[in-house]
């Protein structure tokens, strides 16, 4: 049988690649949209949109068990859940076309991008 801290582990890596991949296409996708290589058009901006989602909920859910079993990196993590809905509310309910808050949406999801990282990583060295 295999003990709580290595079930835990896989569990957290688990997430953590999901949550990466999901960054890495959403990310590709808006600095693409941003910079002009390519216009969204209505399916890539739901992909964009359910890739992003799909980050905010693996965010929320890493954040939510890390506290429950009282690991180091769970402050990151809520800080870092809290930001992705802030820039996602801007994505979403502000006209990203415009330059500075696109910009602005891209800053503050790569910021809280690093912060589940950085929480991440602090877990993994604790189990």
């Not at 290595?6 to 990310?27: P, T, W």
């Amino acid at each position: 049988m295999a003990n709580n801290n290595s079930s835990s582990l896989a569990s957290l890596k688990f997430n953590v690649m999901i949550m990466r991949i999901a960054f890495l296409i959403a990310f590709l996708l808006g600095l693409g949209s941003l910079f002009n290589v390519f216009h969204f058009t209505a399916t890539t901006l739901d992909v964009h949109i359910a890739a992003g989602i799909i980050v905010a909920i693996v965010m929320w859910f890493l954040a939510i068990s890390l506290s429950r079993t009282k690991q180091r990196g769970s402050g990151a993590m809520w800080a870092a859940a809290i930001l992705i809905v802030i820039g996602g509310f801007i994505g979403l309910f502000f006209s990203v076309k415009s330059n500075a808050l696109g910009i602005t949406h891209m800053v503050i999801m790569i910021i809280a991008m690093g912060l589940a990282e950085m929480g991440s990583s602090l877990a993994k060295k604790t189990s």
